[in-house]
């Protein structure tokens, strides 16, 4: 399944090359800068039922823009980028369905349990979203963390995807060195996360066409969902149109005989304009 995507950077909805994110916030290879504000993208995705997507803070001067998407639609997008304990709460209650976090529940390098423990006690395994976004290293993948440039030493398996099931509701990855190049998805990565993975995952990374959503269908078995970014028409790209992706949702749904959901409480919004 399609699941779509608001990337904010300095206030504005953009699409980036991932490898290239850096502390200091210089050298940023950005394929897209948007003129329309966060809403209108969330308004869209809300029009089209597109539910389990996510707001993603890159950095500082976010918060605003963060804001309006998840106020113009209550409960229909996760929010990641700098969620910590201290500030998790407060972003559900702006209206994120789940908040994404992984920088915070690591520690020189390594997963800090207790933290996590910590995290889930205050807001719930069912409304936690653990970014397990990595790099390729050897023949292992590994958590990537602080704009995902460092290395940690926990390896995306299927003893690990297990371990952490327990505490978050899904997992969110993205392939780092391949996000935003739109050269392809790493297939042995969505192979290995559906082979491994207990729960609902989104991966993220390459996705250049159409045939890369039905890709991950098939590599995935069903299992995977695809964020598509750079390659979108909506952000610019021209490899997928986003109807055909929302097309594509629809008829999954119909051949899998998914249920058709309900209006959420508070209605569609009419078709958003440009």
Known sequence: ????????????????????????????QTNFVSDRPPRWFAELYRHDDLRGGHVISLGPGNEAAARDALTAWPGG?????????????????????HVIVTSWVFREGRLDTDRL?????????????????????GDDYFVVTDRWQKFTDLKVAKETLGAL???????LVHAVDV?????????????RLAEGSPLPTT??????????LERVEQLGRGRIHLTIGSALDIF???GARYSDCVAFNHKTRIDGKEPPRKPDEHGSPNQPVA
Request: glycine share 16%; net charge neutral.
């Open 117 to 137: 423990r910590e995290l889930v006690a205050r807001i719930g395994r069912d409304r936690l979203v653990l970014d397990l976004s990595c790099r390729k290293r």
């Open 179 to 191: 996000e935003g190049l739109c050269r392809g998805i790493d297939d042995e990565l969505v192979t």
């Open 165 to 171: 099931s327990a505490h978050c509701a899904e997992f």
């Open 77 to 97: 997008l996760q929010f990641g980028g700098g969620v910590t304990l201290g500030n998790a709460a407060t972003w559900l209650d702006a209206g994120a369905s």
């Open 236 to 238: 610019g790209g021209t």
């Open 1 to 28: 399944m399609f699941r779509p995507c608001i990337d904010l950077r300095e206030g504005k909805v953009v699409q980036i090359v991932g490898g290239t994110l850096s502390d200091h916030g210089q050298g940023v």
């Open 203 to 212: 991966y993220a990374g390459g996705a250049r066409s159409l045939k890369d």
